[in-house]
């Protein structure tokens, strides 16, 4: 572990629950990196996740950190963030927590384009209960809910939250963990709602279950089915078929909610409060 990821870690939490192997280190490591890089005041920096192995990231960096209920790590940021602008609010959550349960809290966090980072760890999986299908499992792999294939469309939470109104939408993975570090950072720094799918490698279940290996093959796995976006529309449907377009996806400018909040909502209330008087 690096000394810079290891200045922002919670000593007394080690070792973290995740299994040898878990990609979710390498993304956690990267969302710290990130923070460093931009010089992030400690004290001002709120990482707030959900439910699920993902979700236990927070927890292992000392930061002001909330651990909440599955699904709603966005409810609670955006209290957060409402409450106290000048914070950097950070969500860390899975495919599970952000695009099941808390596919709602996401659609419209990105819709009023607040400002909060959203890193979601997508391991396409249930991880922490034992390898159920989720949104983001991939058509035609296995689950332990799905023994003779997954037959649902996975969501591209990439498209589906960009098409609700993020500003800031990127894709990396775990096996590229300089390029992660850096759209995280683009995206903590991106004024308005920014999201960062990190793919990751459960090979605990989803490595498992569909027989691709250990650790590092699920890290060649992350490699094989990654495209650089730019060069997506060069392949045929058929190269594209499985593949991963990773690098920054969309960057927009759109009215910020906290802003629109303070200059237009709080003006009005205290112009309707002082005629009341
Ligand atoms: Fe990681 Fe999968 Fe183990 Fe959860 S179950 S800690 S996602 S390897
Ligand atoms: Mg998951």
């Known amino acids: 572990m690096s000394e810079v990821v290891r200045k922002y870690l919670r000593a007394d939490m080690m070792p973290t629950i995740w299994c040898p192997g878990c990609g979710h280190g390498i993304i956690m490591g990267a969302v710290i990196r990130a ?5 992030l005041d400690q004290n001002k920096t709120v990482i707030v996740s959900g439910i699920g192995c993902a979700s236990r990231a927070p927890g292992y960096m000392d930061f002001d950190t909330l651990h909440t209920t599955h699904g709603r790590a966005l409810a609670f940021a955006t209290g957060i963030k409402l409450a106290n602008p000048e914070l950097t609010v950070i ?9 099941a349960i808390g596919g709602n809290h996401l ?5 009023r384009n607040i400002d909060i980072t959203t890193v979601c760890f997508n391991n396409s999986i249930y ?18 809910t799905a023994p003779y294939g997954n037959i649902d469309r996975p969501f591209d939470l990439c498209e589906l939250v960009k098409a609700a109104g ?3 939408v990127a894709r990396s993975t775990a096996a590229h963990p300089r390029a992660l570090t850096d759209l995280v950072a683009k995206a903590i720094s991106h004024h308005g709602f920014s999201f960062v799918e990190a793919i990751s490698g459960c090979p605990t279940y989803f490595g498992r279950k569909n027989k691709i290996g250990d650790a590092p093959a699920m890290i060649n796995w992350m490699k094989e089915h ?5 060069a997506v529309e060069k392949l045929t449907p058929e190269q594209r078929a499985g593949k991963f377009p990773i690098g920054e996806l969309y960057v927009s400018e759109e009215p910020e909610y906290v802003d629109e909040y303070v200059n237009v909502i709080i003006p009005r209330a205290k112009e309707r409060a002082a005629k009341a008087e």
């Open 35 to 39: 923070i460093d890089q931009l010089g």
């Open 127 to 144: 991880g922490m209960t034992s390898g159920q299908y989720s949104p983001m499992t991939p058509k035609g792999y296995s689950a332990t």
């Open 91 to 99: 969500v860390l959550t899975g495919d599970g927590d952000a695009a």
């Open 226 to 230: 990654s495209v650089p976006a730019r």
């Open 107 to 111: 659609i419209h966090a990105a819709r």
């Open 166 to 168: 993020a500003t800031y």
